[in-house]
């Protein structure tokens, strides 16, 4: 389950559509020019939002609340 505030999880979940659709699109043979696996691209999706909800002041907050 994510933990974060509503604007980095609509953030995440826009960056996966677009990758998805990127990657849904060379399968169809609309894009030649990315040579990565997809596993590559979610890997390097994920570390971004993780690093950028670590950054948040509300992902932070509302992860400290849920511990106490």
Do not use: P
Not at 35 to 51: K, P, R
């Amino acid at each position: 389950m994510m933990m974060g505030c509503s604007k980095c999880i609509k953030l995440g979940g826009a960056a996966f559509l677009v990758l998805g659709v990127v990657f849904l699109l060379r399968d169809l043979g609309m894009f030649t020019f990315w040579n990565i696996q997809w596993w590559t691209a979610l890997f390097i999706v994920w570390g971004i939002g993780s690093l950028g909800s670590a950054n948040c002041r509300d992902c932070r907050a509302i992860r400290e609340g849920k511990k106490k």
